[in-house]
């Protein structure tokens, strides 16, 4: 069974940076998918980035070109830097991953990291 933790999390003003790691117990090249959500005050969970486990990498539109994505293999370690944050950044990320057909559909949800955005 594969879990995540997530850490990094912070308040941080408008137009700041923060940088989230999620340690993951597997190993991720190959096997494993490594996405971050994010839940904001009062709205749904959504899709903030994904490392898929060749390296293909997909972000929401409206974190693009905001926040990168990265993998650390010898680590099994998903960063998600964010840079230029704005208020509605602000939320719980949470750290998911998900194992190829191989693994059974083996997945797991961090716990969270909270960001908060503000002045």
């Known amino acids: 069974q594969v879990h995540v933790v997530e850490s990094g999390g912070g308040l941080v003003q408008p137009g700041g940076s923060l940088r989230l790691s999620c340690e993951v117990s597997?190993?991720?090249?190959?096997?494993?998918?490594v996405a971050w959500y994010r839940q904001g005050p009062g709205k749904e969970r959504e899709f903030v980035a994904e490392?898929?486990?060749?390296?293909?990498?997909r972000l929401a539109n409206s974190v693009a070109g905001r926040f990168t994505i990265s993998r650390d293999s010898t680590m099994n370690i998903v960063k998600l830097q964010m840079t230029r944050l704005k208020p509605e950044d602000t939320g719980v990320y949470y750290c998911?991953?998900?194992?190829?057909?191989?693994?059974?559909?083996?997945?797991?949800w961090g716990q969270g990291t909270q960001v908060t955005v503000s002045t």
């Open positions: 597997e190993t991720i090249y190959g096997i494993y998918t």
């Open positions: 490392m898929g486990p060749f390296g293909r990498q």
């Open positions: 998911y991953a998900k194992g190829e057909s191989s693994t059974g559909g083996d997945e797991s």
